[in-house]
């Protein structure tokens, strides 16, 4: 790895990280899940920078690496919904009723 977490903080788009740690990826697979990656990517570096504050920046880009990869992986293996990633899947629907919630007398 050649970059710098200073040109790591610059990035932007799913594309540019998968780019910036040589990461091979389907530009049609990141089309539609680029969001959830990004988000879960975010909650790995949270985790590694919250656990780990005394890596050195090499150390720190390694382990972002190997997080960015586990982001993917998981969308390869899941679903966003099963994920529940945003707000939008935890909440419930207003002015819907499941059939669970109908009963018969």
Do not use: W
């Not at 540019?16 to 990141?30: A, I, K, S, T």
């Not at 990656?37 to 880009?61: G, M, T």
């Not at 002015?95 to 109908?102: H, S």
């Amino acid at each position: 790895m050649t970059g710098t977490l200073e040109q790591f903080k610059l990035l932007v788009d799913t594309e540019e990280f998968l780019q910036f740690f040589n990461l091979p990826y389907d530009q049609q697979f990141v089309n539609v899940n680029r969001l959830h990656i990004l988000k879960k990517f975010s909650q790995y570096i949270k985790e590694i920078d919250d656990n780990s504050p005394d890596l050195s920046a090499e150390e720190r880009l390694n382990q972002y690496s190997l997080a960015l990869q586990q982001a993917y992986q998981v969308f390869m293996e899941s679903t966003p919904y099963e994920q529940k990633l945003f707000k939008v899947f935890n909440d419930k629907p207003k002015n819907v009723v499941t059939l669970t919630e109908i009963t018969s007398d």
